[in-house]
């Protein structure tokens, strides 16, 4: 059946914020179907049909798990010759980015990556993806053969569940998986320790630029994330100073996030920077140079010694809680 398929990724059984974000955005452009894969997959179905997939395939062969790439191109190149999508969503994401630059060399088809928006336009499709930092967004319309893959940022599109969700139509998939190919395999997996909310789907966020002056004043940022709630970003200069492990980093090549407060400590704003948070419903800056271009962007803005005010919003903050 035309239409679209959306590769959902899925973690221990429940669909990933971005998979859910993808179909948000497909069932506007088609006739949905989900592909999940991996042990677990097949628990995912029912959410992944709340937000727009009519048919979800699952495949949950442990091989989808440590070495999916491989696996997961050949079972989307015989899926689509079976069904003739017109076009296929992935998250930009580590294992999204993989998958979908294979498959797409695999068709020998389009593949547009960093995309913010795709809409109908003409029997296809039109593709907009910011360049230059975000100072610049380009609208691609590709020619080539169907299918056209398209790597989707996450928080491109806010995850909302359909109005018109129905009982998903699951097929089990049992084709088998190839796992002996020379490739690329998963040895170990770490989770790192965090004690507050995720960066991607906190409400607050609170984020430190070089302006801090050294590693050890993100201790303030912390003591202040804790009396908020709020998640501790980074902008990619203190993450290729060391400061901070790319995990911490918000902008064009790390993190994309929208919460409703963004509050931008020691952050000149430029553009790199900016395009990750941009979206953020209310911003908060403080910088001592008056001229820092993220001024532009804030909803507030401080002209201080953020060594000097955030230790007093700290406490602000705390005589407000009765602390």
Known sequence: MPGVFVFAETTDGTPTPVALELLTKARSLGPTTAIALGPGAAKAADALARHGARKV?????????DILASPAVDLLAKQVGKDQPDLIIFG???DGRDVAARLSARLGTALIANATDIVKRDG??????????????VTTVPKAKAPTLVLLRPKAVAAEPAEDASAPQVETLSDPVD????????????????????????????????GLGAPENFKMLDELAAELG??????????????KPYAFQIGQTGKTVKP??????????AMQHTVGMKGAKTIIAINKDPE??????????VVGDVHKIVPQLIQEVRSRKGK
């Open 179 to 210: 796992s002996s190919k020379p490739v690329a395999r998963v040895l170990r997996r770490e989770k790192e320790k965090a004690s507050g909310p995720k960066l991607e789907e906190a409400a607050v966020i609170v984020s430190g630029g070089r």
């Open 292 to 301: 820092a271009p993220i001024f532009k962007l804030a909803d507030l803005g």
């Open 230 to 243: 709020a998640a501790v970003g980074a902008s990619r200069a203190v993450v290729d100073a060391g400061w």
């Open 260 to 269: 409703t407060v963004y509050i931008a400590l020691g952050i000149s704003g």
């Open 92 to 94: 930009m994401t580590y």
């Open 57 to 65: 395939y699952v495949h949950e062969d442990a091989a989808f798990r």
């Open 124 to 137: 296809g499709w039109a593709v907009t993806s910011p360049m230059f930092g975000g100072s610049l967004l």
